[in-house]
């Protein structure tokens, strides 16, 4: 079952634009993630941001947390072509456990 | 360091048959995940093993199963092959921290069932 909806299911911007995706999640999680993969291959990490914290970044991406709401923001700055991609949350709900449980995903198209 | 490795990289099987995928996880890395993707459903936990033991398990029927060697190398196996098991196959090795748990995910395995 998907702990997670993200939202939308599709976006295309021009390159150089801001783009945002969100995610929600249905019970209380130990941390949350976002992985990106490209077209049908293997999903890579991105960030992973502790139920106890509020923002972080990394380079050109910004991802927030709001567990009041049960939700997660995925912001990546000033888009390139090479991040076109399907971006999927994943949250871990088991502390101490590997598993995750993934979104359904946001297809990210950018447009030179 | 090398990444995790899946192998084969693609595999076509028949209805009834029964398949093996096998999995190299990053070195150190005592935990391995395995996930599969479907167009329908997404991505969906299958099993974590952590040093020889399966760990959690997924809602997949006892035609999945896996295992894992003593160099945490883990194979997977699906008896009795149906036309939904086409997929993509993704394993995921991680260091295994009790509060972090990056998982770092090999290309995939992916297989055709007809």
């Known amino acids: 079952s998907q702990q997670g909806e993200e939202d939308p299911q599709a976006l295309s911007i021009q390159e150089g634009e801001n783009a945002t995706m969100n995610c929600s999640y249905k019970?209380?999680?130990?941390?949350l993630q976002w992985y990106r993969q490209n077209s049908g291959r293997g999903l890579v990490h991105l960030i992973l941001i502790r139920s106890n914290e509020r923002e972080k970044h990394s380079g050109r991406l910004r991802v927030t947390l709001d567990t009041s709401k049960k939700s997660s923001s995925l912001l990546i700055t000033a888009s390139r072509a090479a991040d076109t991609a399907s971006y999927f949350c994943a949250t871990d709900t088991n502390f101490g456990n590997e598993k995750l449980t993934f979104g359904t995903g946001t297809r990210l198209t950018i447009i030179p | 360091k090398a990444g995790v490795t899946q192998t084969p990289r693609y595999l076509i099987k028949t209805r009834g048959q029964q398949v093996t995928l096998s999995c190299s996880p990053i070195?150190?890395?005592?935990?391995v995940s395995w996930y599969q993707q479907t167009p329908g459903q997404g991505l969906q936990f299958l099993f974590e093993y952590f040093s020889e033991t399966q760990r959690n398990k997924g809602n997949f029927p006892g035609r999945f199963s896996g295992r894992q060697f003593s160099n945490s190398r883990s194979e997977m196996n699906v008896s009795t092959l149906e036309l939904g098991d086409s997929a993509l196959y993704l394993c995921?090795?991680?260091?295994?921290?009790?509060?972090?748990?990056?998982?770092?995910f090999g290309p995939g395995t992916r297989l055709t069932v007809l």
């Open positions: 070195s150190g890395h005592r935990s």
């Open positions: 019970t209380s999680i130990n941390n």
């Open positions: 995921a090795s991680s260091a295994g921290h009790v509060d972090y748990n990056e998982q770092f």
